[in-house]
């Protein structure tokens, strides 16, 4: 059964840091690998969606890289604002063909610093 | 604007009552999906429906129902079956197999 894992559970930077989100998975077979933004007590807002062919996506200051081979993927927000502030998901979608189960992280709860 | 409506934004429920949460969608999607999020824990997927009148269950079904009698709607009832079911219930949808639409949320409490 796949598991997904993400380090730290919590972080806090001051504003125009560079910073890294981490996110590991156990089975390397997945279709994509999405991360998500979470706000208090909102939904989620997809932000980057990796497709298992793919190694990297960017969105603005965002980037987000995928390796199959070791589990790991990275979100990477350059120059950080205090309005990056929120919970980060990472949801690994299995492949197999008409699978929908999406596994996710518990999330790295991001605080930016004025 | 397309997207996703839930309601009520916050429920609460008495003992060996039964509550539904509603969830509307003008996006055109095909699937439609149910998860629980509890404080500290990933989102759990509870059930999902790929097309109209169909739906499977996901990871933590029991004490839960849905229905998909049309493609914008996908309601699910929590049932006096489900001992805890304070937490955060969401939404979404998707075209393919992967969502990545979700609503606002309910947000459940017993009284």
Redesign the interface.
């Known amino acids: 059964k796949q598991e ?1 894992t993400q380090i730290p559970a919590a972080l806090s930077v001051p504003e125009g840091e560079n910073l890294v989100l981490n996110c590991s998975f156990t089975d390397s077979a997945i ?2 690998l ?1 991360w ?1 933004r979470q706000d208090p ?6 932000l980057l ?1 990796i497709q298992s062919s793919q190694r990297e996506q960017t969105s603005g200051r965002l980037n987000a890289s995928l390796d199959k081979s070791s589990g790991r993927s990275t979100l990477y927000i350059a120059a950080s604002q205090p309005g990056d502030s929120a919970t980060y ?1 990472c ?1 690994a ?1 299995p492949s197999g063909a ?10 790295t709860k991001l605080s930016v610093i004025p | 604007d397309g997207g996703i409506t839930q309601s009520p934004k916050y429920l609460f429920r008495k003992e060996g009552q039964n509550v539904t949460l509603s969830c509307e969608q003008n996006l055109n999607h095909d699937a439609m999906y149910w998860y629980r999020q509890d404080p500290g824990q990933g989102l759990r997927l509870i059930y999902y429906s790929q097309i109209v009148n169909d739906f499977q269950k996901g990871d933590i079904a029991e004490g839960y129902s849905v229905s998909r009698e049309k493609k914008e709607s996908f309601p699910l009832t929590v049932t006096s079956a489900q001992k805890n079911p304070t937490a955060f219930y969401l939404c979404a949808s998707s075209i393919g197999r992967t969502p990545q639409h979700f609503g606002d949320g309910t947000r459940l409490s017993i009284l």
């Open positions: 997904v279709y994509n999405q998500f007590g909102k939904g989620l807002t997809s969606l998901l949801a979608s008409g699978s929908y189960q999406l596994t996710f992280g518990k999330g």
